[in-house]
C-alpha cells in the first residue's frame, strides 16, 4: 500500500470509529509553544548593545557567563545540556518547542534572542542561567521584570506567576534551597520580549555541591522535569 492510500484509509478509519475527522481532536485544545534559551554561548561577545528598546543603557551582546568551581563546565554547556532535555520534556507532553540555539558554536545577542522567540509564535520564553557567588552561597532564584519595567512593565504579571511556578516546581523536584523570584529590569534579553519571560537561575557553580550535582544525570532529570511542571502549572 502507498503512503497517500494508507493515509486515506487511516482517515476514513478515524471517521468510521470515532463519527468525526481527526483534525476535530486537535481543534479543541491550543498547542502552547514555549521558546527555550540556553544562557550564554561558546564565546562571549562583548559588544555592546541597548539593553531595551529605545534605552541609552547598553550591556554586552552575551557575557561569557560562569563555570563550575569543581567540574570546570562553563554555563553555556550546562544551559545547552539542559535546553536539549527540556526540548525532549515538552514534546513529550505535548508543547511545541522554539529552541535559540542547540549547539555552543553561535553567535547570537541577547537582544536577538529575544526578537528571535517573538518572531516563533512562542507564548511564553524560558531563559536557562546558572548563577555565582562565593563558594557557601547556593539555591535557585528566578528572575522577572517588575511592574515599573520601562520596557516590558505589561509582561510583569504574567511573567512573575510563569517564574513562581518554576521556582517551586523546580525546587520541588530538585530539593534544591529557594532562593526566591527576583525582579529584574537591567536584562536585555528579557527587555525586549513580547512575551512573558522567566529567566532561572539554576543553582550555583560557585558551589561545588551544587556544581557536581548540576552534572548528574539523575539531577538534570530532576532539573528539566521541574521546569517542565512549572510550566503546566502556569497553562493550567
Ligand atoms: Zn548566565
Redesign the pocket.
Request: aromatic content about 0%; cysteine-free.
Given at each position: 500500500m502507498n503512503k497517500k492510500i494508507l493515509a486515506a484509509f487511516l482517515c476514513v478509519c478515524m471517521v468510521v470509529v470515532t463519527g468525526s475527522f481527526p483534525v476535530s481532536a486537535a481543534k479543541t485544545k491550543k498547542t502552547y509553544k514555549i521558546a527555550i534559551d540556553a544562557?550564554?554561548q561558546g564565546k562571549g561577545n562583548s559588544k555592546t548593545e541597548p539593553i531595551g528598546p529605545g534605552a541609552k543603557m547598553r550591556k554586552p551582546k552575551v557575557?561569557y557567563?560562569?563555570q563550575g568551581v569543581k567540574t570546570k563546565v562553563p554555563?553555556s554547556k550546562l544551559?545547552l545540556q539542559i535546553a536539549l532535555k527540556l526540548e525532549k520534556e515538552l514534546k513529550k507532553r505535548g508543547y511545541d518547542v522554539y529552541m535559540i540555539r542547540r549547539k555552543q558554536n553561535v553567535n547570537i545577542s541577547n537582544k536577538q534572542r529575544a526578537i528571535r522567540a517573538n518572531k516563533s509564535g512562542a507564548d511564553i520564553c524560558i531563559r536557562l542561567?546558572?548563577?555565582a557567588a562565593s563558594a557557601n552561597v547556593r539555591g535557585v532564584s528566578v528572575l522577572y521584570p517588575s511592574q515599573q519595567n520601562p520596557y516590558v512593565a505589561k509582561l510583569s504579571k504574567k511573567s512573575k506567576k510563569l517564574s513562581k511556578n518554576i521556582l517551586d516546581s523546580y525546587c520541588k523536584s530538585t530539593k534544591f534551597k529557594k532562593r526566591g523570584l527576583s525582579k529584574r529590569d537591567d536584562l536585555t534579553g528579557t527587555n525586549w520580549s513580547k512575551i512573558p519571560v522567566a529567566l532561572i537561575?539554576m543553582g550555583f557553580m560557585t558551589n561545588k555541591t551544587e556544581d557536581k550535582q548540576m552534572q548528574k544525570k539523575q539531577t538534570q532529570k530532576k532539573m528539566v522535569d521541574g521546569i517542565a511542571n512549572g510550566i503546566d502549572q502556569y497553562f493550567k
Open positions: 544562557g550564554h557575557a557567563g560562569t554555563e544551559t542561567h546558572a548563577d537561575e
